[in-house]
């Protein structure tokens, strides 16, 4: 949750490091819910989910993508 407004950048990474997708969105204070869209279809594994402020404050969760 967002304290007040801020631009930040969000990254879908590999476990090699790779940077498969990066966005750019702008955050209003508050709540904000984003939906990272994929050209490609993702292999079964973990990636990290990165969001970075325009500070270069930055967050990581593990993500596990599993085909259903």
Same mark, same amino acid.
């Given at each position: 949750?967002? +304290?007040?407004? /801020? &631009? !930040? %950048?969000? +990254?879908?990474?590999?476990?090699? *490091?790779? %940077? ?8 209003? /204070? *508050?709540? &904000?819910?984003? %939906?990272?869209? %994929?050209?490609? &279809?993702?292999?079964? #594994?973990?990636?990290? !989910? $990165? @969001?970075?402020? $325009?500070? #270069?404050?930055? @967050? &990581? /969760? $593990?993500?596990?993508?599993? /085909? $259903?």
């Amino acid at each position: 949750e967002a +304290s007040f407004d /801020k &631009s !930040v %950048t969000i +990254s879908l990474v590999d476990l090699y *490091g790779r %940077t498969l997708l990066e966005e750019k969105y702008n955050m209003t /204070k *508050g709540m &904000s819910i984003f %939906t990272l869209s %994929t050209e490609q &279809s993702l292999p079964e #594994g973990l990636y990290l !989910v $990165q @969001i970075t402020d $325009q500070y #270069g404050h930055q @967050i &990581s /969760k $593990q993500l596990t993508h599993f /085909k $259903q």
